[in-house]
T-cell receptor, first 114, second 116 residues
Framework: SQKIEQNSEALNIQEGKTATLTCNYT??????LQWYRQDPGRGPVFLLL?????KEKRKERLKVTFDTTLKQSLFHITASQPADSATYLC?????????????FGKGTKLSVKP | NAGVTQTPKFRVLKTGQSMTLLCAQD?????MYWYRQDPGMGLRLIHY???????AKGEVPDGYNVSRLKKQNFLLGLESAAPSQTSVYFC???????????????FGNGTRLTVT
């Protein structure tokens, strides 16, 4: 069955450093991948989308890579700030736009210490 | 714009009781979804709708029913609540298909349901 794993449940880093979160998947060939941020007591908020034919996407301090050979996506936050502390979710989408094919990982809780 | 609004925010039910969770979006989105989020499980799709008057089952549909009578509203019903349905429920919406991928989801802030 399809499986999506985010590298760890929690990641603690120092302010100013680069945070790197990992999303691995098996038994799946996604057409695209999305990253969301979720704060406590709130719904997820969309951050970035990357398609299978794209290697890298950037948005301000955020960067996402997508390696379909390794079956892995990396999500980077450069010059991290305490305000970046949240849970980050990756989600995979399949071919044909089928609404049922968006699969979410369990998330990685990022804590940025001042 | 309010985005996606869910009501109620919190609810406690006794086993066997029924209730309806309400979701409204003001973005004119075609597609709407109901997810549940449990510790250690991630978000799982319960039901979804690709347009007014249509519904479809997701990954975990048992024990739930849905209706989409108006484009802006998506209702999730629990006919006979069970403790296993204790969870946080999120409604989401989007424009649906955009070529080879689905447009990003817009989520509400959830309904925390406890079934005792």
């Amino acid at each position: 069955s399809q499986k999506i794993e985010q590298n760890s449940e929690a990641l603690n880093i120092q302010e100013g450093k680069t945070a790197t979160l990992t999303c691995n998947y098996t038994n799946y060939s996604p057409a695209y991948l999305q990253w969301y941020r979720q704060d406590p007591g709130r719904g997820p908020v969309f951050l970035l989308l990357i398609r299978e034919n794209e290697k890298e996407k950037r948005k301000e301090r955020l960067k996402v890579t997508f390696d379909t050979t390794l079956k892995q996506s990396l999500f980077h936050i450069t010059a991290s700030q305490p305000a970046d502390s949240a849970t980050y979710l990756c989600a995979l989408g399949g071919y044909g736009g089928s609404q049922g094919n968006l699969i979410f990982g369990k998330g990685t809780k990022l804590s940025v210490k001042p | 714009n309010a985005g996606v609004t869910q009501t109620p925010k919190f609810r406690v039910l006794k086993t066997g009781q029924s209730m309806t969770l309400l979701c409204a979006q003001d973005m004119n989105h075609e597609y709407m979804y109901w997810y549940r989020q449990d510790p250690g499980m991630g978000l799982r799709l319960i039901h979804y709708s690709v347009g007014e008057g249509t519904t479809a089952k997701g990954e975990v549909p048992d024990g739930y029913n849905v209706s989409r009578l108006k484009k802006q509203n998506f209702l999730l019903g629990l006919e006979s609540a069970a403790p296993s349905q204790t969870s946080v429920y999120f409604c989401a919406s989007n424009y649906g298909n955009r070529g080879s991928y689905n447009s990003p989801l817009h989520f509400g802030n959830g309904t925390r349901l406890t079934v005792t």
